[in-house]
């Protein structure tokens, strides 16, 4: 079956430094991946949808300066949390589906992330 | 996006039947019906989907109203492993593909 890899599954970092996460797609191309963040108890919450060789839809609320993604290939997908505050520690999940309007969603392991 | 609401939490005794279900009523004749679930500290676990038809796969089975503004996720035996909460999403293949995730229930499984 399709399988999403998502890297580092945790990641502890100080305030104000940078963060990347990979998603990448192992067994197919992924044309459209998604970033999702959810809190202790709480649903996902969708953050952002990356396109490939395109600029990313960011959802409501959602700052993209401080959120960047990019998805160079069809294959990967990166979020880079920039200027990092404790507030922004949550599970972040990435997820991504091969074309065709009935294909499932398939998901990253999830990274956390600890700012200290 | 597209809403709905399932309860928040449902008890099973293990080997037995558990039907979980889910309101769509806004559902769009474009819009997938979606289920995953997620175990703690872990991504979300494709269960399965369907449009219209009910469907049945190695996991689960997916009863789907005939006006289709409900559905319901049906584990024919439940084991201590299928303990998670349960999401149910539809698809709005029209406009994005976003999956917007509701509040899900989270089951507990009784030995």
């Known amino acids: 079956g399709a399988v999403v890899s998502q890297h580092p599954s945790w990641v502890i970092c100080k305030s104000g430094t940078s963060v990347k996460i990979e998603c990448r797609s192992l067994d197919f191309q992924a044309t459209t991946m998604f970033w999702y963040r959810q809190f202790p108890k709480q649903s996902l919450m969708l953050m952002a949808t990356s396109n490939e060789g395109s600029k990313a839809t960011y959802e409501q609320g959602v700052e993209k300066d401080k959120f960047l993604i990019n998805h160079a290939s069809l294959t990967l997908s990166t979020l880079t949390v920039t200027s990092a505050h404790p507030e922004d520690s949550s599970f972040y999940i990435c997820?991504?589906?091969?074309?065709?309007?009935?294909?499932?969603?398939?998901f990253g392991n999830g990274t956390r992330l600890t700012v200290t | 996006d597209a809403k709905t609401t399932q309860p928040n939490s449902m008890e099973s005794n293990e080997e037995e039947p558990v039907h979980l279900p889910c309101n769509h009523s806004?559902?769009?004749?474009?819009?997938?019906i979606h289920w995953y679930r997620q175990l703690p500290s872990q991504g979300p676990e494709y269960v399965i989907h369907?449009?219209?038809s009910n469907v049945n796969n190695r996991m689960a089975s997916l009863a789907i109203a005939e006006d289709r503004k409900s559905s319901t996720l049906i584990l024919h035996r439940a084991t201590l492993r299928d303990a998670a909460v349960y999401y149910c999403i539809l698809r709005r293949s029209n406009t994005g593909n976003q999956f917007y995730f509701g509040t899900g229930t989270s089951l507990t499984v009784i030995p």
């Open positions: 997820s991504a589906f091969r074309t065709g309007s009935s294909s499932p969603l398939h």
């Open positions: 369907g449009l219209t």
């Open positions: 806004t559902i769009s004749g474009t819009d997938y």
